[in-house]
């Protein structure tokens, strides 16, 4: 995935979880609230400090990640 100034992996913040902009937002929660059927608009209430794109960047993160392949190192 190309680099994301909207997604943030720090390991102070949330364990180094992906964030949003380094809030205490994860994409795992933005990503759950939408498969829960909370709509953009209704995320966007819920947290005033996000922004469309944040939640479009976390769609576009989890996309990516879902598609990457982890192969184990040898001993």
């Given at each position: 995935m190309k680099n994301s100034e909207r997604i943030t992996l720090n390991p102070d913040v949330m364990g180094g979880k992906p964030c949003i902009r380094g809030l205490r937002m994860t994409v795992g929660t933005v990503i759950?609230?939408?498969a829960s059927g909370l709509t953009t608009q209704d995320i966007l209430k819920m947290y005033p400090y996000l922004q469309s794109e944040d939640i479009i960047e976390a769609l576009s993160y989890a996309a990516w990640r879902s598609e990457?392949?982890?192969?184990?190192?040898?001993n």
């Amino acid at each position: 995935m190309k680099n994301s100034e909207r997604i943030t992996l720090n390991p102070d913040v949330m364990g180094g979880k992906p964030c949003i902009r380094g809030l205490r937002m994860t994409v795992g929660t933005v990503i759950g609230l939408l498969a829960s059927g909370l709509t953009t608009q209704d995320i966007l209430k819920m947290y005033p400090y996000l922004q469309s794109e944040d939640i479009i960047e976390a769609l576009s993160y989890a996309a990516w990640r879902s598609e990457e392949i982890e192969v184990p190192l040898a001993n």
